[in-house]
């Protein structure tokens, strides 16, 4: 079990930037891929990029690559999203989540936990 809370989220206006923390219970975390979602008003949820267990390989939403990075902290058990370059098309709260089936997927199905979510808003 696996239990994920986000932090980090806020206002910023256009090309600002923010930084999500993803904190995670569980001595199992190391062995996690970790991934990051969003999800905007009347919209689906959206893949934004995750991190495979060791943090040697990432991949990322075309939407997002060059200006998000996601990073790990083991010994934390905390993954982050630093985000740059605002858009205000990147205003949606941010989720976290966790599987332990190998791989960089964004197939939000594969992930078996998820944090409550993150307000990011990026005003024009």
């Known amino acids: 079990q696996v239990q994920l809370v986000e932090s980090g989220g806020g206002s910023v206006q256009t090309g600002g930037s923010l930084r999500l923390s993803c904190a995670a219970s569980?001595?199992?975390?190391?062995?996690?891929?970790m991934g990051w979602f969003r999800q905007a008003p009347g919209k689906e949820r959206e893949f934004v990029g995750a991190?495979?267990?060791?943090?040697?390989?990432?991949n990322y939403a075309d939407s997002v690559k060059g200006r998000f990075t996601i990073f790990r902290d083991n010994a934390k058990n905390t993954v982050y999203l630093q985000m740059n370059s605002l858009k205000p098309e990147d205003t949606a709260v941010y989720y976290c989540?966790?599987?332990?089936?190998?791989?960089?997927?964004?197939?939000?199905?594969?992930?078996?936990?998820w944090g409550q979510g993150a307000q990011v808003t990026v005003s024009s």
């Open positions: 991190i495979i267990w060791s943090g040697g390989s990432t």
């Open positions: 569980g001595r199992t975390f190391s062995r996690y891929t």
């Open positions: 989540a966790a599987q332990n089936r190998g791989g960089l997927s964004g197939n939000p199905l594969l992930y078996d936990y």
